[in-house]
C-alpha cells in the first residue's frame, strides 16, 4: 500500500513563494511517475505539475516559468517550489503517484490516470 503525505502549504501574500513537499511511503517504485493537482472551491481538481520516471517535466499553461516540480528518489520525496504566487493560486493542492508516462502530444494526465492520492495541503494566497 501506498501512502502520499503533503506539507509545505500556508498562507502567502502575492508574489510570495512557498515549496510543497510530498512524501511517499510504501511499494513505490522509482519509475512511478508522479504529480501535483490543485482544486479551488466550487471548480474541478486539475493539473499542476508532473514528472516523469526519467525527469521530464509537464506544466499547466497557467503555472509555467513560476512553478517547478522536482523528486528525490533517496528521500521518496516530491517537490514543488512555487514563486510569483497568485491569488488564482489559491487551492488544496494534491500529490499523485503512480501515473501514466508523459506525452506531449497526449497533454496532461488525468485525474483517473493516477492510483494514489495524498489528502491535500492548502495554499492561499492574498492580493
Known amino acids: 500500500q501506498v501512502q502520499l503525505v503533503e506539507s509545505g502549504g500556508g498562507s502567502v501574500q502575492a508574489g510570495g513563494s512557498l515549496r510543497l513537499y510530498c512524501t511517499a511511503s510504501?511499494?513505490?517504485?522509482?519509475?512511478?511517475?508522479m504529480a501535483w493537482f490543485r482544486q479551488a472551491p466550487g471548480k474541478e481538481r486539475e493539473g499542476v505539475a508532473a514528472?516523469?520516471?526519467?525527469?521530464?517535466?509537464m506544466y499547466a499553461d497557467s503555472v509555467k516559468g513560476r512553478f517547478t516540480i522536482s523528486k528525490d528518489n533517496a528521500k521518496n520525496t516530491l517537490y514543488l517550489q512555487m514563486s510569483s504566487l497568485k491569488p488564482e493560486d489559491t487551492a488544496m493542492y494534491y500529490c499523485?503517484?503512480?501515473?501514466?508516462?508523459?506525452?506531449?502530444?497526449?497533454?496532461?494526465?488525468?485525474?483517473?490516470?493516477?492510483?494514489?492520492w495524498g489528502q491535500g495541503t492548502q495554499v492561499t494566497v492574498s492580493s
Open positions: 499523485a503517484a503512480d501515473g501514466p508516462k508523459l506525452r506531449v502530444w497526449l497533454g496532461f494526465p488525468q485525474v483517473a490516470e493516477y492510483n494514489y
Open positions: 510504501g511499494n513505490i517504485h522509482d519509475s512511478s511517475c
Open positions: 514528472i516523469d520516471s526519467d525527469g521530464s517535466t
